[in-house]
């Protein structure tokens, strides 16, 4: 399997707290990641990393071939990013917010840009009326879809996910779920996402990733289910975990 992210030996303290301790991870060409941990296990410093956003104290990070320096990251057509906040800006539109990334990273014209815009959001299931509308006027499920819409706006083959179904209700949380599963599918995507939703990290990751001890486990979810480690354990074995995981083994058995 080709690798698409590659992280060797990543060390990132802060003060005298280690986060990441000789945290080595890869991540395979058109498979979706989920990336779990306790809160403090640097799931967020890690996926800041790995896009150059954070300056690790040792290690190195290869995505696509290309090696990740800090503020040297893989040209933005390559990589989309979905911020847990959705981090839209409130004083541009949804069309503007969405057609951002296009203007800064290439030359298209006005009309082409426009046009590019209104297929983002169509593909994520959003109406062409939305696209005058402001932030604020949008509910919750909305804007993470804005926000997706303007990530995917060059074409990434690379996509990274902060918590994408948080806030949202069970009914969208499902949808985007549905929605992020479909994306991957048509486009040839790579994703990496943190999520805590454990109905997206049964339903919709291939391997899940979690940070325990300043390194990392990483397995399907048949082999996490097995591990030994405490924290492990703990996390999935709860009631609300145990339920997940087997209405997942009756799906994958075709059971209603």
């Known amino acids: 399997m080709e690798t698409i992210i590659q992280v060797e030996g990543l ?19 058109d498979e979706i990641l989920g990336l779990v941990g306790g809160s403090g ?8 990393s790995i896009l150059g956003l954070h300056r690790p104290a040792a290690g190195r990070v290869r995505v696509l071939g290309r090696e990740i320096g800090f503020q040297q990251p893989v040209p933005s057509s390559e990589m989309g990013v979905l911020f847990q906040s959705g981090a839209l800006l409130s004083g541009l539109t949804v069309q503007e917010n969405i057609e951002l ?23 994520v299931g959003l109406p062409l009326a939305a696209a005058d509308k402001f932030p604020a006027e949008l509910s919750g499920g909305m804007r993470k879809r804005v926000a997706l819409a303007r990530a995917l706006a060059l074409e990434p083959r690379v996509l990274f996910l902060d918590e994408p179904t948080a806030g949202l209700d069970p009914i969208a949380a499902t949808e985007f779920d ?7 599918d048509s486009l040839d995507l790579t994703i990496l996402m943190i999520t805590h939703d454990l109905d997206s990290l049964f339903g919709v990751c291939d391997r899940i990733a979690v940070l325990v001890d300043g390194s990392v486990i990483v397995g399907t979810v048949e082999e996490i289910f097995q591990s030994r480690h405490p924290w492990i354990a703990g996390y999935f074995g709860v009631p609300r975990a145990q339920r997940a995981h087997g209405a997942l083994r009756d799906r994958k058995r075709g059971q209603p």
Request: glycine share 4%; hydrophobic share 45%; proline share 2%.
């Open 11 to 29: 060390v990132n303290r802060f003060g005298e707290q280690v986060v990441h301790e000789d945290l080595s991870l890869d991540v395979f060409r």
């Open 178 to 184: 549905e929605l992020i599963t479909y994306l991957h």
């Open 41 to 48: 296990s640097g799931k967020s410093v890690l996926m800041r």
């Open 101 to 123: 990334p296009i203007s800064l990273h290439s030359d298209m014209s006005l009309e082409t840009r426009a046009e590019l815009a209104n297929l983002k959001l169509l593909m």
